[in-house]
């Protein structure tokens, strides 16, 4: 018998090394937010849809929450309204809320819905508007001890998994824009994308949070080193919190939100590494930083 050489004998082996995972994943829920920031470059775009459709196939259930900050930015700039921001979150006046509207249901969410169904009849958008998927009311942070009133800006008070589920069920790629109602539906709220994407993965019951952004992870002391911290458990990320700074706060708040409240895993990644959400799933070779629940402690990556 001749012994013929299988040059594509290591593709079967990369195959057979990702079963572990993909047994410990399977029919699992991952919540995946998408940032604004990661979203400028076209091939990256590209390879995050081939990537959540992967995990669809994978026998998963991918929910995709994004954000949109630069876009609604210049959207605004082209409207002449002024961005502004206060304790990381933009003051948003009635005026602006409709761009905000505009641009996340209209324009980044159709975009990402787009290219998730190149792959097949998948992705489903929606806001949080639909279904009462997200109810809020105004929220008013703390700066200074002072309670400011920034506008239309939300602070998520309900979650109804509903419609997300029934689309999960069937089969599809929920694609969601952080958008909220009023209890009253006289209003409605910009939510910002990463506290959605939390509220959500923690009512969904998901195994895990996954952030992808313009960095590495969580820096240990940025900006002054890009050290990055790649394991850390909810308490220890309590302690970091009053220290973290502008865009790092919404994220890593959810992240403990998020492990708090039933999520097994909350990470922070790389969306400018290609693939970076299949090595975060499928290998050991995780990259960014993740939080686990305090019982995990002493545990390993
Ligand atoms: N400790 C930290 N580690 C990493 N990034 C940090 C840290 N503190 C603040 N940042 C800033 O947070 C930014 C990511 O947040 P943001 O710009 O809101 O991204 P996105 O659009 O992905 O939500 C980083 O680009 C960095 O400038
Ligand atoms: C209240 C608030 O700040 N909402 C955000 C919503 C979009 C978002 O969060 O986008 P990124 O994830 O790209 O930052 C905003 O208006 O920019």
Redesign the pocket.
């Known amino acids: 018998m001749s012994t013929r050489k299988h040059t594509a004998l290591p593709k079967a082996q990369i195959l057979v090394e990702a079963l572990p995972w993909l047994t410990r994943h399977h029919g699992r829920t991952v919540v995946i937010?998408f940032?604004?920031?990661?979203m400028i470059d076209e091939d990256l775009k590209a390879a995050f849809a081939q990537d959540v459709v992967f995990l669809r196939h994978a026998g998963l259930k991918p929910v995709v929450v994004h954000?949109g900050?630069?876009q609604i930015s210049a959207q605004l700039d082209r409207h002449g309204l002024v961005s502004e921001f206060k304790a990381?979150l933009r003051v948003t006046t009635p005026e602006a809320m409709d761009v905000v509207r505009m641009v996340l249901a209209g324009q980044v969410q159709r975009e990402l819905v787009g290219l998730l169904n190149q792959h097949g009849p998948l992705a489903v958008g929606m806001t949080g508007e639909d279904a009462h998927t997200i109810t809020a009311t105004q929220h008013y942070p703390k700066i200074d001890g002072e309670s400011v009133d920034i506008g239309r800006v939300g602070e998520i008070t309900a979650i109804d998994t509903g419609a997300i589920q029934a689309l999960l069920d069937d089969g599809r790629i929920p694609v969601v824009s952080s958008i909220a109602r009023s209890a009253d539906d006289h209003h409605v709220f910009n939510v910002n994308?990463?506290t959605a994407a939390a509220a959500l993965a923690a009512a969904l019951g998901a195994e895990t949070l996954m952030?992808?952004?313009?960095?590495e992870?969580?820096?240990?002391d940025?900006?002054n080193s890009d050290e990055v911290i790649s394991r850390l458990t909810a308490r220890e990320l309590e302690k970091l919190l009053p220290e973290?700074?502008?865009?790092?706060v919404?994220?890593m708040e959810g992240c403990l939100h998020a492990v708090r409240n039933g999520v097994n895993t909350a990470r922070v990644i790389d969306?400018r590494v290609q693939h970076s959400i299949l090595l975060e799933i499928f290998t050991d070779e995780g990259i960014g930083t993740m939080v686990v629940p305090d019982e995990h402690e002493g545990g390993t990556r």
């Open positions: 937010k940032g604004g920031n990661a954000g900050g630069p990381g994308a990463d952030v992808l952004t313009d960095v992870g969580l820096y240990e940025w900006p973290l700074s502008s865009g790092m919404p994220k969306g």
